[in-house]
T-cell receptor, first 109, second 116 residues
Framework: GQNIDQPTEMTATEGAIVQINCTYQ??????LFWYQQHAGEAPTFLSY??LDGLEEKGRFSSFLSRSKGYSYLLLKELQMKDSASYLC??????????WGAGTKLIIKP | GAVVSQHPSRVICKSGTSVKIECRSL??????MFWYRQFPKQSLMLMAT?????????EQGVEKDKFLINHASLTLSTLTVTSAHPEDSSFYIC????????????FGPGTRLLVL
C-alpha cells in the first residue's frame, strides 16, 4: 500500500535548527512535496524534490533519497512564525498526492 | 486516521463539457469542506469553502457560476466545472477538517483534470 510517515509533533527553540523527517511508500514516484500550514489557513508550498539530493531555499532546505524512500525538511534559524504544521506529500505514478498527517512544529522562545 | 476520498482520480474531457468531482469523508462527518486547485509546483489555491446545507463561499476571483459546489450531505461535497476550457486543466484537491478539530485538515488525493 501507499503510505507517508512523519512525526506527529516536534518542539524546537527559537534560533535553532530542526529537521522534520518523512518516509514514503508510493506506487511509482513523481516527486515529494513539503507544505507549511498555519492553523486555519491553506497550505503554502515550500519545496518539491524529484531527484536525489539537497535543495536549499533560504532558511529552508529539503532533501530526498529515492533509494531509501526518505525525505527531510530542514529549518534553520528558527523564528516564532515558523510554528505551524508541515505536510509531506508524495506523488505516485498516477500523479495522485499521498498526504502525510503533518508534523506540528512548536517553537519555544 | 480520518480519510478523504475523491472521484474520479483523473478525467479527460472535451472543451465545453461539464465535469463533476466528488469529495467524500469516509469515516467522519464534515459540515465544511474546502476545494483547492494546484498548478505545477505551486501552492494549493483555495477556491471555495463548501458548507453543508448552505451556499458555498467563494474566494475572490473564482467564478461561482463556473465552479458549482454542492454539499449534499455531511460526507459528500461535489465540485462541477461547467463548460470546461483548456485553461481549467489543473489538479483539484479537497480537504475536510477533523471532527471537532477545525485546525486539522485531511486532504483528498486530488483529481487531475485535462480539458482538450
Amino acid at each position: 500500500g501507499q503510505n507517508i510517515d512523519q512525526p506527529t509533533e516536534m518542539t524546537a527553540t527559537e534560533g535553532a535548527i530542526v529537521q522534520i523527517n518523512c518516509t514514503y511508500q508510493t506506487s511509482g514516484f513523481n516527486g515529494l512535496f513539503w507544505y507549511q500550514q498555519h492553523a486555519g489557513e491553506a497550505p503554502t508550498f515550500l519545496s518539491y524534490n524529484v531527484l536525489d539530493g539537497l535543495e536549499e531555499k533560504g532558511r529552508f532546505s529539503s532533501f530526498l533519497s529515492r533509494s531509501k524512500g526518505y525525505s527531510y525538511l530542514l529549518l534553520k534559524e528558527l523564528q516564532m512564525k515558523d510554528s505551524a504544521s508541515y505536510l509531506c506529500a508524495g506523488m505516485d505514478s498516477n500523479y495522485q498526492l499521498i498526504w502525510g498527517a503533518g508534523t506540528k512544529l512548536i517553537i519555544k522562545p | 486516521g480520518a480519510v478523504v476520498s475523491q472521484h474520479p482520480s483523473r478525467v479527460i474531457c472535451k472543451s465545453g463539457t461539464s465535469v463533476k468531482i466528488e469529495c467524500r469523508s469516509l469515516d467522519f462527518q464534515a459540515t465544511t469542506m474546502f476545494w483547492y486547485r494546484q498548478f505545477p509546483k505551486q501552492s494549493l489555491m483555495l477556491m471555495a469553502t463548501s458548507n453543508e446545507g448552505s451556499k458555498a463561499t467563494y474566494e475572490q476571483g473564482v467564478e461561482k457560476d463556473k465552479f458549482l459546489i454542492n454539499h449534499a450531505s455531511l460526507t459528500l461535497s461535489t465540485l462541477t466545472v461547467t463548460s470546461a476550457h483548456p485553461e481549467d486543466s489543473s489538479f483539484y484537491i479537497c480537504s475536510a477538517p477533523g471532527q471537532g478539530d477545525l485546525q486539522t485538515q485531511y486532504f483528498g488525493p486530488g483529481t487531475r483534470l485535462l480539458v482538450l
